[in-house]
């Protein structure tokens, strides 16, 4: 399993939520460096205030700080305690400095900076796990998991529990490029045919469908490396 407590996830991942467009893409190629996927994500949630979010798989907190704009309070889980202690961080500080990798041995020095307009002090972090969340877990207005479900051991097991994560007319965002892999989800749990088709059928009974779309993300790994992927991104509404 990759290791997602290693310096080098957390730099690219400090990147990914963090990073100017310059930083992250820093050749012209097709406008793709402007895209900000983390930030896009919230933004697909109906815009109204709302009591209490759930950031599930916040990674290093940018979502959860973002969701904190129309959120009373926010809380953001994730698997990783260093992804968790840089949130934390941010929280704290408002910053934190990290490398990006150039090329080789080589890094450049950054500084990861909260977004505008957010409200820490409503953001709480923890790491924890999707699958075993605590029983008190419910009733939340929003809940967000981007980039998760295909990094889950047994993504039913989140999808069966989501209908008593959310309040009625509570909504749901997932964001996710369906990229199953053996190492984080053994192959029995993965879905039987096309995944958007399982997704829709695993949450038709609790939930209705209000929009879906496709959004690219972009992960630097070094000055001419970079993962591209596509995520399918669905927003659902408890009944």
Same mark, same amino acid.
């Given at each position: 399993?990759?290791?997602?407590?290693?310096?080098?996830?957390?730099?690219?991942?400090? %990147?990914?939520?963090? =990073?100017? #467009?310059? @930083?992250?893409?820093?050749?012209?190629? +097709?406008?793709?460096?402007? *895209?900000?996927?983390?930030?896009?994500?919230?933004?697909?949630?109906?815009?109204?205030?709302?009591?209490?979010?759930?950031?599930?798989?916040?990674?290093?907190?940018?979502?959860?700080?973002?969701?904190?704009?129309?959120?009373?309070?926010?809380?953001?889980?994730?698997?990783?305690?260093?992804?968790?202690?840089?949130?934390?961080?941010?929280?704290?500080?408002?910053?934190?400095?990290?490398?990006?990798?150039?090329?080789?041995?080589?890094?450049?020095?950054?500084?990861? %900076?909260?977004?505008? =307009?957010? #409200?820490? @002090?409503?953001?709480?972090?923890?790491? +924890?796990?999707?699958?075993? *969340?605590?029983?008190?877990?419910?009733?939340?207005?929003?809940?967000?998991?981007?980039?998760?479900?295909?990094?889950?051991?047994?993504?039913?097991?989140?999808?069966?529990?989501?209908?008593?994560?959310?309040?009625?007319?509570?909504?749901?965002?997932?964001?996710?490029?369906?990229?199953?892999?053996?190492?984080?989800?053994?192959?029995?749990?993965?879905?039987?045919?096309?995944?958007?088709?399982?997704?829709?059928?695993?949450?038709?009974?609790?939930?209705?469908?209000?929009?879906?779309?496709?959004?690219?993300?972009?992960?630097?790994?070094?000055?001419?490396?970079?993962?591209?992927?596509?995520?399918?991104?669905?927003?659902?509404?408890?009944?």
């Amino acid at each position: 399993m990759q290791d997602y407590e290693s310096q080098k996830l957390l730099n690219e991942y400090l %990147l990914m939520h963090y =990073g100017t #467009s310059e @930083e992250r893409m820093p050749w012209t190629l +097709g406008g793709i460096g402007a *895209l900000d996927f983390v930030s896009r994500t919230v933004e697909f949630f109906t815009q109204k205030r709302v009591g209490v979010s759930l950031d599930l798989g916040c990674a290093v907190g940018r979502s959860s700080f973002l969701l904190s704009k129309t959120s009373e309070k926010v809380i953001g889980i994730d698997f990783s305690q260093s992804f968790i202690d840089a949130a934390n961080q941010m929280k704290e500080h408002g910053s934190i400095a990290y490398q990006i990798k150039e090329e080789g041995d080589r890094c450049a020095d950054a500084v990861a %900076l909260l977004p505008k =307009g957010v #409200s820490p @002090e409503k953001v709480s972090f923890a790491q +924890g796990d999707a699958l075993n *969340l605590p029983a008190g877990f419910k009733g939340f207005d929003r809940v967000h998991a981007s980039n998760l479900l295909c990094r889950l051991p047994e993504p039913m097991v989140l999808l069966n529990r989501l209908p008593q994560l959310l309040a009625s007319g509570g909504e749901v965002v997932f964001a996710t490029p369906f990229s199953w892999l053996e190492q984080y989800t053994p192959k029995q749990h993965w879905p039987q045919g096309d995944s958007w088709k399982w997704l829709q059928a695993a949450m038709k009974d609790h939930f209705t469908l209000l929009h879906e779309t496709d959004e690219p993300f972009l992960i630097r790994e070094h000055g001419r490396k970079f993962q591209l992927g596509v995520s399918k991104i669905s927003v659902w509404r408890r009944h």
